[in-house]
């Protein structure tokens, strides 16, 4: 069992930047494949980024490729995403999730556990 908590959203505006932590619970952090989902008001939620158990290799949607980076500490227990050059399209909640398959997943039904989400608004 993994809890998560994530952390750091908040308002900014275009142009600005956040950073999103995600504290794990458990002894297993770094069996898991982490990953940060979003879900903007009337669309599906949507990968954003993953990193391996290790974090030795990250994939990220095109949408942010070049703004946003994840990355992680297995012996902090930490997930986080670095968002810079912030657009009002990014605004959604943020989740952090956690996955146990072999391969890397892409798509929610993927992962095991998930966070409780946070708020990041961009205004114009």
């Known amino acids: 069992q993994v809890q998560l908590v994530e952390s750091g959203g908040g308002l900014v505006q275009t142009g600005g930047s956040l950073r999103l932590s995600c504290a794990a619970s458990?002894?297993?952090?770094?069996?898991?494949?982490m990953a940060w989902f979003r879900q903007a008001p009337g669309k599906d939620r949507e990968y954003v980024a993953v990193?391996?158990?290790?974090?030795?290799?990250?994939y990220s949607t095109d949408s942010v490729k070049g703004r946003f980076t994840i990355s992680r500490d297995n012996a902090k227990n930490t997930v986080w995403l670095q968002m810079n050059s912030l657009t009002p399209e990014d605004t959604a909640v943020y989740y952090c999730?956690?996955?146990?398959?072999?391969?890397?997943?892409?798509?929610?039904?993927?992962?095991?556990?998930w966070g409780q989400g946070t708020q990041v608004t961009v205004s114009s």
């Open positions: 458990g002894r297993t952090f770094s069996s898991y494949h």
């Open positions: 990193i391996t158990k290790s974090g030795a290799t990250i």
């Open positions: 999730a956690a996955s146990r398959e072999t391969i890397v997943m892409v798509t929610a039904d993927g992962y095991d556990y």
